[in-house]
């Protein structure tokens, strides 16, 4: 169905953009952890993007992309009043949350536009009555997402940057390591939403300090619906469907070098797909 942007929002100008949208049927059920599949026009290619908070007074919802190939550079040109051909959803599992009573909190980290996916959960977390630690880390102090967004009900929101230009200088995962030894075991649970690399490394240490991990798996997607197998991850030795099974895991069964060699194998496909490729699934046949 059509889908109206009602307002846009160019966070780093063409690079990330946020918009919100009128979608009151998939506002009226998502949670956090939900993502959906959108086609930018009629024959466009379907591309999954975490809901990055929803407001269901209104019926919008949020989405937050990266401007990364064509599906998403067609996004791009889409401004306030015009619409979307079509955005299917909610999908996926929602996020498991539960209440940690204090001293218990949770960490939520979020890198690169993870950080918006990560703030639907953090702010489930929020809602449930739990402590939220945000920790959120960028290259320099221009692609910060979602810091003030973060702020406005997260307990503590930790920043940091490589160069150094706001917050701690280092990575992210120094953010972690930092409140897993300071807390002394007061750390329920960690979740991470980002770039692989950065959630194979906050697994691996949550690992050592026997903290249960979440992760939110970034796999390539096709029909989004458990068919086509696109996604499939292993997870715990069992093969898993992030679409349907997932997109959160426990960080400390996934296999990341299958998950990183699996999205490296497509990266030379994926951009003659990004530069030339009309998806044909929905195309009326001849008969
Ligand atoms: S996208 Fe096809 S099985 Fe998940």
């Known amino acids: 169905m059509p889908t109206k942007i009602l307002h846009k929002e160019r966070l780093i100008p063409g690079r990330t953009s946020k918009l919100v949208l009128d979608a009151p049927q998939i506002a009226a059920t998502a949670r956090p952890g939900h993502f959906v599949i959108l ?4 024959k466009g290619e379907r591309f999954p993007l975490t809901i990055a908070d929803t407001d269901k007074e209104h019926g919008t919802i949020t989405i937050v992309y990266l401007v990364l190939g064509r599906s998403t550079q067609m996004l791009e040109e889409l401004e306030e009043g015009q619409f979307i051909h079509d955005v299917c959803g909610p999908l996926g599992r929602a996020t498991h949350i539960q209440r940690f009573e ?12 993870g950080v918006a996916a990560m703030h639907h959960i953090a ?5 449930a ?54 807390e002394g075991g007061n750390i329920a ?54 679409c349907v099974d997932g997109p959160e895991f426990d960080g400390h069964k996934v296999d990341f070098a299958e998950l990183r060699s699996r999205l490296g194998s497509f990266r030379s496909q994926e951009t003659v797909v990004r530069e030339h490729h009309r998806c044909n699934c929905f195309e009326k046949k001849e008969a």
């Open 39 to 42: 086609r930018v026009d009629e």
């Open 102 to 113: 204090a001293p218990k909190k949770v960490i939520c980290v979020g890198g690169g536009t």
């Open 123 to 127: 702010k489930g977390h929020h809602e």
């Open 129 to 182: 009555g739990n402590y939220v630690i945000a920790c959120i880390g960028a290259r320099n102090k221009d692609l910060l997402l979602f810091e003030k967004e973060l702020s406005l009900f997260c307990d503590e929101v930790l920043v940091s940057t490589d160069d150094g230009s706001e917050g701690q200088k280092g990575i992210v995962t120094d953010l972690v390591k930092g409140r897993l030894d300071s």
């Open 189 to 242: 649970e960690v979740v991470a939403v980002g770039p692989v690399p950065m959630m194979q490394a906050v697994s691996e240490l949550t690992r050592g300090y026997g903290v249960p991990t979440t992760v939110s798996l970034n796999s390539l997607m096709v029909d989004g619906l458990g068919m086509c197998g696109a996604c499939r991850v292993t997870v715990g030795g069992e093969m898993k469907f992030t």
